[in-house]
């Protein structure tokens, strides 16, 4: 059974970094692309950053490009998400999700995790 | 960025009918290898989303063939063909084949009439 475990939230001020976590479980991790996508509070998705197989292709949303970091250690079935200089807007359920599609492409969003919140306040 | 719109955004059905959602591209979601990448998820309360179709209309594994997806180019449809109770939730179509981003459609609201 494919499984995706966040951790890492949190409450943090503004201005604050926090790193997720996200353990997978159930298939072969090294060789899928993985990605982070946000909820606020009562919104909708947003998509924030991609990694693929290598790890060496790793893209992000405008709205985090320069103060989010993607990462993984495939050796820990584990993919991170560093984030930095958080604001209020920054405040959601952070969701791990893979795409299945394998060749540094993007085809779809198959398997989700529970998520894990934080809360940027003062 | 693709922006997806997706009509109408709350939905109220009686137990047993039918429902569909409608989801407008702002650019045609054929990709360069020829597939289109567009698909839809449901979140039901408390809970993230699950993905129900992808490519249009693959009912993905476990989905009940109630769930169906249709379209082409920029106009799509997911169709329930017999409400039932736990299908209440939000709904999202989203596409892949214009990536970078992904991006998502509004979401439209199922309640039960």
Redesign the interface.
């Given at each position: 059974e494919v499984q995706l475990v966040e951790s890492g939230g949190g409450l943090v001020r503004p201005g604050g970094s926090l790193r997720l976590a996200c353990v997978a479980s159930g298939f072969t991790f090294s060789i899928y692309e993985m990605?982070w996508?946000r909820q606020a509070p009562g919104k909708?998705?947003?998509?924030l950053s991609?990694i693929n197989p290598a790890g060496n292709l790793r893209?992000y949303?405008d709205s985090v490009e320069g103060r989010f970091t993607v990462s993984r250690d495939d050796a820990k079935n584990s993919v991170y998400l560093q984030m930095s200089s958080l604001t209020e807007d920054d405040t959601a359920v952070y969701?791990c999700v893979r795409?299945p599609d394998g060749t540094s492409?993007?085809?779809?969003?198959?398997?989700?995790?529970?998520?894990t919140l934080v809360t940027v306040s003062p | 960025d693709v922006v997806l719109t997706q009509t109408p955004l709350s939905l109220r059905v009686t137990l047993g009918q039918p429902a569909s959602i409608s989801c407008r591209s702002s650019q045609r979601l054929v990709h360069f290898d020829g597939n289109t990448y567009l698909s839809w998820l449901q979140q039901r309360p408390g809970q993230p989303p699950r993905l129900l179709v992808h490519k249009i209309s693959q009912r993905f594994s476990g989905v009940p063939d109630r769930f169906s997806g249709s379209g082409a180019g920029t106009d799509f449809t997911l169709t329930i063909s017999r409400v039932e109770a736990e299908d209440v939730g939000v709904y999202y179509c989203m596409q892949a084949s214009q990536f970078p981003p992904y991006t998502f459609g509004q979401g439209t609201k199922l309640e039960i009439k």
């Open positions: 990605n996508v909708g998705l947003e998509w991609y893209l949303a969701y795409d492409a993007a085809v779809f969003l198959d398997y989700w995790g529970l998520g | -």
